[in-house]
């Protein structure tokens, strides 16, 4: 049963940065392409992310210029950097699988506030 650990979130001024990690349990991570997904209140969730097991990433508009998926398959670990969040950006952060259907069940995610 693959399970994933996401960190790092926070609340943070406009124009600031956080580093979100997800740790994924089992030996699936070094198989799959990973994302990672938001859901902000009312809204249904989104994939803001992606990176391929090669390194390949592909970014949804709202976040490119601005945010960097990778992973680290030695420590089953993917990685979002954000820089010059809005207060758009505020969400509950998940990671899970990409491109696969149905998924593995999600974690609890990460809260990301921006906010002044």
């Known amino acids: 049963q693959v399970q994933f650990v996401e960190s790092g979130g926070g609340l943070v001024q406009p124009g600031g940065s956080l580093r979100l990690s997800c740790v994924v349990s089992?030996?699936?991570?070094?198989?799959?392409?990973m994302g990672w997904y938001r859901q902000a209140p009312g809204k249904q969730r989104e994939l803001v992310a992606a990176?391929?097991?090669?390194?390949?990433?592909n970014y949804a508009d709202s976040v490119k210029g601005r945010f960097t998926i990778s992973r680290d398959n030695a420590k089953n670990t993917v990685y979002l950097q954000m820089n010059s969040l809005r207060p758009g950006d505020t969400a509950v952060y998940y990671c899970?699988?990409?491109?696969?259907?149905?998924?593995?069940?999600w974690g609890q995610g990460t809260q990301v506030t921006v906010s002044s």
């Open positions: 899970n699988l990409d491109r696969v259907v149905p998924k593995p069940s």
């Open positions: 089992g030996s699936i991570f070094r198989f799959y392409a």
């Open positions: 990176v391929t097991l090669g390194g390949s990433t």
